[in-house]
């Protein structure tokens, strides 16, 4: 077993010659010749084969003491570029930076040749990558289990201002050199078929699936580096094959495609992050992809326990599965399917172990995101797992029925089917009844799945809903994507920050200080120009970095309202051409999102946004007062360069529909302010960093409710409000899209006449909000000190005390220190 940190036992002419050997017999170039891709791999490849040699022993050493472990399933692991993180986290950051530098190379440069692993899309993405990091970090066992996309989502681009979506083929030519293919774990995943009726030699009838189609999975592992100790857990994602991927006698009979077809159909299934659902083709893929997801890791963690001569009864000793929202759902009626069907235990003595090993995160309180499937396609794709779907539902109705005796309507609400033509299972209902422990990730979200989603079964299961705000790594989110200011934290906070973000509360005495002040705001105008740097390179917008620096980073949804900040801009923009007597800090809006491609109205959105930008930027009676970006393609490696150069984070969802939020606590880690609603995570950010150190706005869940239910008539505060009016009339008109008048109206309709996320409602405080903002910005020495105590003060939101709340709440593993 290990003793020492890499750092320690770092070798560097060993590690030299890595580089130089994967250089020349891995990627067949020369020293003298290779690109920078040719020295970057090589690096890289090097890192690797340390880490996948601190994988095994890692693996071997838990084994010896007996671990328990968590296993996280999530559809997405948003990692971003991984190199450069693991340089950190090894501790020989400057040792492999002199390495490179003997090859007469920058370091920097190299790692600029990383892509961006495209294996999520947000904030559940982001979630699931930080909180494996800080497993790993506090030596917490773990493994993730997540798909090989082989395009991840899809890399956008705007083509006159409009989202045009491609493949992302993340992995080059060369492949990803910070994976391992580990194909002596490879699973066998059924489909289709038919179930039977059998009778065993103990005259006991069974049930027995026979699928008519079989894939398999193929793992690759990303090791996952321990900050500064000596553990690496695996993400372990899931890749589909053919079992038999090739027919020879089509092709000698020259049906060369036939010959391949069982391949290219297996392939599908992790071709890409989320098919797009909206026919049936595409539902069928998609719960096709979960189940693959599903049963690959079921059947994994099955094979680990029973290798080290476990019995099944002692599973949930011994592992924890927690699912990541509702799309690992499937997993459940899998182990169930597993236990009852491949080793004959009795349906009581299997859902105890079942129930008593499964927990769910809820991360939405919108109906429409709360998964439902078909019944009718579950019981064809899946036929056992729809029967055990019935009657886990029909012992849950009993215990219904034993709790509120002839209550129909408590049947209805909480039965896992809903009724209906079709019917449709409740996946998110399967969670809660199958699960041990379910958590929201904020106070309020929790406080609202309590009241709100869930209030029966609430009551009917007491102490099962939990909470447990959520949290991002001070790792990548400070140490590594703002090296200045990690630079000058670490001079005057002592101990290691990185790993116990509560330090940082020391430099809230520095706030006022006048000196610290001004290296603070140096660091920050510092890191504006590199994104200013950024945005002119790529888009070709000359921004000015003494302006506020405003971003809205996020996924493109109604609820996350990028069209209130729209409206706010073109309000802004008509105040400085028809208002002589309007002033205003310039001030630069900068966007980054990507929309879902079958969702219409927020492709608009982005298309709206694009237009004002070009209209705004390229009107020369605005100068710099006011510009707007809209970065395209958004992933981790630009979120690295857009959150430390933010002077104003925009959190504005309605509240009561964002579960927590990430993007509030990396910004506000990094001196920026919020801009928000009561909504989220906004809510304990405020009640850390104090009311003077926020802008709030806008109504409070209650008052949500309350409008919504008293009929809400968004047509009134367009005719009441002339800066809404004129602002909206923008949209229905041709100043932003000229000859096309109708183009935006999809926008301004929704607005007018139904305006679900209350937008307008909103809008009149939301502008005092950013009047505060402007009179404080121009207070220079004042707006330092409320940055400062943002960065001091989120301390709570470090995913590292995430995760020991899930530990102490839900997991109750024992840190192994290797």
Not at 722 to 731: F, R, S, Y
């Amino acid at each position: 077993m290990r003793t020492q940190t890499q750092a320690a036992v770092f070798d560097k002419e060993e590690f030299k010659k890595s580089v130089l050997a994967h250089l020349t017999d891995t990627y067949a170039q020369l020293p003298e010749t290779a690109t920078t891709r040719g020295w970057y791999l090589a690096m890289a490849k090097a890192l690797s084969d340390m880490n996948i040699g601190n994988l095994a022993e890692t693996e071997a050493a838990l084994i010896k003491t007996n671990a328990k472990k968590v296993n996280y399933l999530s559809m997405e692991f948003l990692i971003g570029r991984m190199t450069g993180n693991n340089l950190i986290a090894l501790d020989i950051y400057s040792e492999v930076s002199e390495v490179i530098a003997e090859f007469g190379l920058n370091l920097t440069d190299l790692l600029e040749e990383e892509r961006d692993p495209a294996l999520g899309n947000g904030g559940l993405g982001r979630l699931a990558a930080c909180f494996m990091d800080s497993l790993v970090a506090q030596e917490l066992p773990a493994v993730g289990y997540g798909l090989h996309y082989e395009y991840g989502l899809f890399r956008q681009s705007f083509e006159n201002g409009e989202q045009k979506e491609a493949p992302d083929a993340w992995k080059g030519m060369e492949g990803y050199p910070c994976e391992v293919v580990r194909p002596d774990l490879t699973q066998h995943v059924g489909f289709w078929g038919s179930v039977e009726s059998y009778q065993d030699g103990q005259g006991n009838i069974l049930r027995r699936w026979t699928p008519s189609m079989y894939v398999e999975g193929r793992a690759w592992d990303i090791p996952v580096v321990g900050y500064k100790n000596n553990s690496t857990y695996p993400l372990r994602l899931w890749e589909c094959h053919a079992p038999a991927p090739f027919d020879l006698a089509r092709f000698n009979e020259g049906d060369y495609v036939n010959a391949q077809f069982s391949e290219l159909e297996a392939a599908n299934l992790t071709k890409v992050l989320y098919p797009n659902d909206n026919h049936e083709q595409g539902k069928v893929l998609r719960l096709m992809q979960q189940y693959f997801h599903c049963a690959c890791s079921v059947a994994d963690i099955l094979r680990r326990h029973l290798s080290l001569g476990r019995s099944l009864e002692s599973l949930s000793e011994f592992e924890t599965i927690q699912l990541n929202d509702t799309h690992p759902t499937i997993a459940i009626p899998e182990l169930m399917r597993v236990l009852i069907d491949d080793h004959g235990f009795d349906w009581d003595k299997a859902w105890h172990i079942s129930r008593h090993t499964f927990a769910y995160t809820n991360h939405t309180l919108l109906p429409e995101a709360l998964e439902t499937w078909s019944a009718e396609l579950i019981g064809r794709l899946l036929p056992r797992h729809m029967e055990i779907i019935f009657e886990i539902n029909a012992q849950m109705l009993e215990e219904v029925k034993t709790k509120w005796p002839g209550d129909v309507e408590k049947l209805r609400k909480l039965s896992l089917i809903q009724e209906g033509a079709p019917q449709m299972v409740r996946m998110a209902n399967l969670c809660v009844v199958s699960s041990f422990a379910v958590n929201g990730v904020a106070a309020l979200h929790s406080e609202l799945v309590k009241r709100d989603l869930f209030p029966e079964f609430n009551e009917l299961y007491p102490n099962r809903l939990l909470n447990v705000t959520n949290g991002i790594t001070p790792r990548r989110w400070l140490k590594f994507c703002n090296p200045a200011l990690s630079s000058l934290i670490s001079q005057h906070v002592d101990g290691d920050w990185a790993k116990d973000l509560d330090l940082l509360s020391s430099m809230n005495k520095l706030a006022g200080n006048k000196k610290f002040q001004k290296q603070f705001m140096a660091v920050k105008k510092q890191n504006k120009q590199r994104l200013a740097d950024w945005v002119s390179t790529n888009m070709g917008i000359t921004l000015n970095t003494d302006a506020i620096f405003d971003v809205q980073i996020k996924r493109l949804h109604e609820y996350k309202r990028q069209h209130l900040n729209l409206l706010h801009i073109l309000s802004l923009y008509q105040q400085l051409l028809n208002d002589p007597g309007f002033e205003m800090h310039p001030r630069v809006f900068i966007f980054a999102a990507k929309a879902a491609p079958g969702y219409a109205l927020a492709k608009d959105i982005i298309f709206a946004i694009n237009r004002a930008a070009e209209t705004i930027n390229n009107d020369p009676r605005i100068a710099d007062k006011l510009k707007v970006v809209f970065i395209p393609d958004y992933r981790v490696s630009l979120a690295e360069i857009i959150i430390p150069a933010a002077d104003v984070s925009e959190q504005i969802s309605t509240a009561g529909k964002e579960a927590s939020g990430t993007g509030n606590m990396k910004m506000a880690l990094n001196g920026a302010l919020t801009i928000g609603t009561m909504d989220g995570a906004n809510v304990e950010i405020r009640e850390e960093v104090g009311d003077d150190n926020i802008f709030i706005f806008g109504m409070e869940v209650e008052q949500v409710m309350e409008t919504l239910a008293n009929g809400y008539h968004p047509a009134e505060i367009y005719h009441r409000n002339p800066v809404i009016k004129n602002a909206i009339d923008m949209l229905y008109g041709e100043t932003l899209t000229p000859g096309a008048p109708d183009r935006l109206a999809s926008i301004a309709d929704n607005l007018v006449h139904s305006d679900p996320y209350l937008v307008l409602a909103d809008f009149a405080d939301y502008a005092r909000a950013h009047a505060d903002i402007d009179r404080a910005y121009r207070d220079q020495s004042q707006w330092a000190k409320m940055a400062i105590i943002n960065a001091a003060s989120v301390g709570k939101f470090s995913s590292d005390r995430s995760m020991r709340d899930y530990v102490d709440t839900i997991w109750h593993l024992e840190a192994i220190n290797l």
